[in-house]
């Protein structure tokens, strides 16, 4: 009883930490090439940090399309999943190209949390 008990108290401490080594392993692999988690560091994408919560295009030091900054978007979970399952099906004419989506809800939702960690 004993082994279980500790068994399941490592798993229980250890899951967290596993989930978000596989957020950010999910976001270096899908997104890092163009996004960073670091505030002010933009890149061919904008920066990441702070996401959640924030209106589309609203960043001052960099030059979004004008399909997000006339989005309307406040990104929330909801809204990044489906943003990054199909940025064109949320934000047509998005300047995101050749990032076609990511069809893994799985992935999506580990990079979320990543990114609401975060980072």
């Given at each position: ?22 957020g ?6 899908s ?42 978007i ?11 399952a ?34």
């Amino acid at each position: 009883m004993r082994t279980i008990v500790l068994g399941m108290m490592i798993a229980y401490v250890a899951t967290p930490h596993a989930l978000g080594q596989d957020g950010q392993m999910a976001f270096n692999n899908s997104c890092r090439t163009c996004h960073t988690t670091k505030e002010g560091d933009n890149r061919q994408g904008p920066h990441l940090a702070g996401i959640v919560g924030r209106k589309a295009g609203s960043l001052p030091d960099f030059n979004y399309s004008s399909s997000m900054k006339q989005s309307g978007i406040t990104w929330d979970e909801a809204t990044l999943d489906r943003f990054i399952a199909d940025p064109d099906a949320v934000v047509h004419g998005n300047t995101m190209k050749p990032y076609a989506g990511i069809t893994d809800a799985a992935q999506r939702t580990s990079i979320i949390e990543f990114l609401k960690s975060g980072g």
